[in-house]
């Protein structure tokens, strides 16, 4: 069975993340584990990636137009031990933006990816750092009411 576009998209994005190794030309080695919306990791899985797409906005130029433009926000989640210093999340963090740069249209299934936000992941009024995230928009089309296109 065909995948949608979007899942292309994000699978993409797994691979790309996949690439962050040191030997790869990254500072960190964050990419040997990377997973498509995960719920948690084992503490001695990490550090870890998880690729979420969050919900898209979706455009028409107008009403006889037969394709849509989709902007696809996606958050890439780091999942790290306790105590690991804000120092080197900022390095995943950057490894993550390169690896994105790489090519910004995913292998031409998007037209563009735009930066939107990044930053750490503190859950409690500790300012213990749990994590980090980096977003970005993906920009692609598909047919209107087609999303396998």
Same mark, same amino acid.
């Given at each position: 069975m065909a995948d949608t576009k979007r899942q292309k998209i994000v699978d993409a994005v797994i691979v790309r993340?996949?690439? &962050?190794? &040191?030997?790869? $030309?990254?500072?960190?080695?964050v990419g040997v584990l990377v997973?498509?919306?995960?719920?948690?990791?084992?503490?001695?899985?990490?550090?870890?990636?998880?690729?979420?797409?969050l919900p898209d906005d979706i455009t028409k130029e107008n #009403?006889?137009?037969?394709?849509?433009?989709? #902007?696809? +926000?996606?958050?890439? +989640?780091f999942f790290v031990r306790g105590g690991t210093r804000p120092r080197e999340l900022r390095k995943m963090m950057g490894d993550v933006v390169k690896a994105v740069g790489v090519d910004m249209t995913w292998g031409d299934l998007a037209t563009d990816t735009e930066p939107a936000s990044?930053?750490?992941? &503190?859950?409690?009024?500790?300012?213990?750092?749990? $994590? $980090?995230?980096?977003?970005?928009? &993906?920009e692609y089309l598909t047919d209107t009411f087609d999303p396998y296109q």
């Open positions: 993340m996949q690439t &962050i190794r &040191i030997e790869n $030309g990254y500072q960190t080695d997973e498509d919306w995960p719920e948690r990791f084992d503490d001695d899985q990490l550090p870890a990636l998880g690729v979420c797409d #009403k006889s137009s037969l394709r849509v433009t989709h #902007k696809l +926000r996606v958050q890439v +989640r990044e930053g750490f992941i &503190i859950p409690t009024e500790a300012m213990i750092v749990a $994590g $980090g995230a980096v977003e970005f928009i &993906i």
